[in-house]
């Protein structure tokens, strides 16, 4: 497991606004489980971000969750199972696209976006006849769903808008008090949430990317493209139905303000009480930051950037000086979060 960065949030004394719902530190699947399946949400660990999972065929569940996130209904959500023969738990049709790509991919990071059942709520599918489903790989994760026995809708385990939790500490800092439980053990490894690839047509088309690359999809279909190839616009507008979370709305944005740049230099960056660095290289200076990390791989970047921003927004940082990744490999889905963790 990637550590966690070493100043760890301490757990929040006050209430949040919302709600007086107590929220439980849980530590067993078992608990989870139970929870899920009694129509409460509960935020667990997998190898992308931490999830917030409810029971995807419990309509009045699922609105809780809308509610605990804060997030916006044409938004859809990702339904989870422990293996890939229980697709029939929300899927009405495995196409032989996403056959191949959950053979080859999972459990792991990669979401297949296909015909949806009639059971699903319709909430988790923002209205579509199609549903992501997704197999992790975290063996805690996947020990909750064979428990709970339902599928299980997960969206990042924070409040819309804001950076992933990568850590229970974080989802714990931004949910108490709007969720059942949090499951209080370990960490994330990859830190970027899963690849989509919808699979209902002819072609395979990415529709965000993660760790699971455009190039490591076209090994198994070469026809796969990603959506931007396959559209004349390059991003969506707030008002479309989209397949996929991630692609609409503010996403991954800490309260400081980012600012992106290639190459960190000590001209474009003036050290002072309310700036912070993160990126692969150092430059002359750094030292005098009040929060910087320089990640030593690509992957590492990706299972740390999220913390990051929250660890500046803790620290009262204004500012944060963004090294974009490169856009290959881990580093393009890790350069897509950064531009919108920046706005745009």
Known sequence: ????????????????????????????????????????????????????????????????LFTAKGRPSNNPLIVHINDQQDWTLAASEMTRHAD????????????????????????????????????????????????????????????????????????????????????????????????????CGPFPVILRPGAITLEQVQQIVPEAKEMASCVAHDEPSATDAVSSPGILHPHYQPDAEIHLLEKPTSELITPNAGSAYCGLDRFAGIEQLPLSNTFETVEDYAAGFYEFLRQADRNSISRIFVQTAPAHGIGRALLDRQRRAAGG
């Open 100 to 199: 191949a790509l959950l053979t080859a991919f999972a459990p792991g990071p990669i979401t297949v976006v296909l015909p949806k059942l009639a059971k699903i709520s319709h909430l988790v599918s923002a209205g579509l006849n199609t549903v992501g489903l997704r197999i992790p790989s975290h063996p805690i994760a996947r020990e909750i769903f064979r428990l709970a026995k339902v599928p299980v809708a997960a969206p990042s385990a924070n409040r819309s808008g804001k950076p992933s939790s990568t850590t229970w500490q974080s989802a714990f800092e931004d949910l108490n008090g709007r969720v059942d439980a949090v499951y209080c053990e370990d960490s994330t490894s990859i830190g970027i949430e899963s690849t989509v690839v919808h699979c």
């Open 1 to 64: 497991m990637i550590a966690a960065l070493e100043s760890q949030p301490e757990i929040p004394s006050k209430k949040q606004e919302v709600s007086s719902l107590l929220t439980e530190r849980i530590h067993t699947p078992q608990d989870a489980a139970r929870i899920i399946r009694d129509g409460g949400l509960v935020a667990f660990p997998t190898e992308t971000v931490f999830g917030l999972g409810v029971d995807a065929t419990n309509t009045d569940a699922v609105k809780k």
